[in-house]
């Protein structure tokens, strides 16, 4: 950009919304108290909840929280997979006037204590005995204060607790609403976890607040999910690219289906991948993005699905962004995306110099390399160095030192590995210093982490390349490994 010169603006084709003055619980369930539709149905277990049923146990819930002693201020986690009691205690937490810390259950002991710690967490809700009052009052809905609190890696890959204000969240699901007509006869599938944002924002709450009946589902092969859609009618889908590929490379008989509308985000979808998977599915298949630190922000209208299917679509309703060189608020043509709208983070909690970080002249950093045509967004690579393993999140950063700690062990570097199924693999690079086998690192790393962060490839080295700062050359190494 020219000394002097006015910054590029990309912006919505549509206005900005008006952003409510209500909490989530107030917002999302405003309707439901006399509402006998189904609301969040089990396909496994059968377990349901009507709105009605929703909105009495929240209360229920929410008082006995009170009663036992959450206050607002205080952070509540909920370690739990998908299931309908989860938005029980989800709006719950919230409605009490409590932040809810939400957190993944496949993680181990000490990776949860490490996040409960980081996130001040005070209590942990468990779903099957949740505790409930009587005539407590509840405190004053604020929609300022903490909602959630959602985990990221940002650009470091050091986790980060990103807080989101009420607001936040409310301003997020208005902003979906013009483009994504979720009503009172669609039917959700719920497959994509709720303490992913993609899950608690695109999926959970949007549906609630839409009117919508939510399938919830364990994750399962490609032949029981398009079982499940068929037998519970489903109306929208919604992938990441490993379970896109998974039913692209489906050879069995695909059942009828109800779909009219299917969303993939949480990383870049193969085209190939997505042509074969939309003509299985007998609908279209379209891409979004988001990220935890901004919920969504860009997305394909229903009554646009003929646009191009490469892009990530527009941006939201009152989301506006810059395209600059990476590092910089210089504007480029491509370069890394810059956003900002009212569904933003307040920031990292209890990180100020991370949160400083993120922003640029009041901008949020996203670490994605982009390009526009014609108001759509294109994804042309990840300046972050995370991995995406089934639409996870996993810091090479944390390998890392894992794989350091080892006593055979020298130096190491992880980075992801291109795959087909699972969309990438961590590959690590080891230097070692004693005789030790990739399956013995591979299994003492599995040990210590959740399944989705297991080391699946191994090459030992000389040595690692890094810069003069000592930052791991990663780019180095995928390019001399090919």
């Known amino acids: 950009m020219e000394p002097g010169a006015e910054p590029v603006i990309y912006r919505s084709p549509l206005p900005a919304v008006a952003v409510p003055e209500r909490t989530v619980p107030e917002h999302v369930l405003h309707r ?3 509402n006998d539709k189904i609301a969040l149905v089990d396909a496994v277990t059968d377990e349901s909840l009507t709105y009605a049923e929703l909105a009495e146990q929240v209360e229920a819930v929410a008082r006995g929280l009170v009663r036992t002693g959450i206050r607002p201020g205080d952070t509540v986690a909920i370690t739990s997979p998908n299931r309908p009691r989860f938005a029980v205690g989800l709006h ?4 009490a006037g409590a932040t809810a810390a939400l957190i993944n259950p496949m993680l181990t002991p000490r990776e949860i204590a490490r996040l409960n710690k980081l996130a001040n967490v005070s209590r942990t809700l468990d779903l099957d005995d949740l505790p409930l009052g009587g005539n407590d009052s509840l405190p004053p809905g604020n929609p300022r204060a903490r909602a959630v609190v959602l985990f990221s890696s940002g650009t470091t890959g050091v986790a980060k607790a990103v807080g989101l204000s009420h607001r936040a969240v409310v301003a997020n699901l208005e902003q979906h609403r013009p483009g994504w007509h979720i009503g009172e006869t669609d039917v959700l599938a719920a497959n994509l976890p709720f303490f992913h944002v993609y899950g608690f924002t695109i999926i959970l709450n949007s549906g609630l607040l839409g009117g919508a009946t939510l399938v919830t589902m364990p994750r399962g092969d490609a032949a029981t999910y398009l079982r499940r859609l068929a037998d519970h009618r489903v109306t929208r889908a919604y992938l990441v690219p490993p379970l896109a590929a998974a039913i692209a490379d489906h050879a069995g ?3 009828d289906l109800c779909l009219h509308h299917v969303l993939c985000g949480a990383a870049p979808l193969d085209d190939a991948v997505r ?3 939309e003509r299985k599915l007998r609908a279209p298949v379209r891409q979004g993005y988001g990220l935890t630190e901004a919920g969504g922000t860009h997305q394909t209208f229903d009554d646009d699905v003929a646009s191009d299917p490469t ?3 527009v941006l939201c309703p009152g989301t506006q962004a810059r395209v600059v060189e990476p590092g910089t608020t210089t504007d480029a043509p491509e ?4 956003l900002r709208g009212p569904q933003v983070m307040d920031g990292y909690v209890g990180d100020e110099e991370a949160t400083r970080q993120a922003f640029a ?3 949020l950093r996203t670490g994605d390399l982009v390009r526009v045509h014609e108001g759509r967004f294109h994804v042309v690579d990840r300046i972050k160095e995370m991995i995406k393993y ?6 090479p950063a944390e390998l890392e030192a894992l794989l350091r700690r080892h006593p055979a062990v020298r130096d190491a570097a992880v980075v992801g590995a291109p795959d087909r199924v699972n969309g990438e693999v961590p590959k690590a690079f080891v230097v070692t210093e004693g005789d030790v086998t990739a399956e013995e690192l591979m299994a003492f790393v599995a040990a210590e982490v959740a399944p989705y962060k297991k080391v699946r490839q191994i090459v030992f080295v000389r040595e690692i390349p890094r810069s003069v700062s000592g930052k791991v050359l990663r780019r180095t190494l995928k390019e001399a490994d090919r």
């Open 32 to 34: 439901a108290r006399h």
């Open 390 to 395: 089934k639409g996870y999140q996993v810091a």
């Open 275 to 277: 042509r074969e998977a």
């Open 92 to 95: 719950a937490v919230m409605a």
């Open 361 to 363: 002249d009041g901008w």
């Open 253 to 255: 008989p695909v059942p």
């Open 311 to 313: 892009s990530i679509g």
């Open 335 to 338: 370069g890394e995306m810059l």
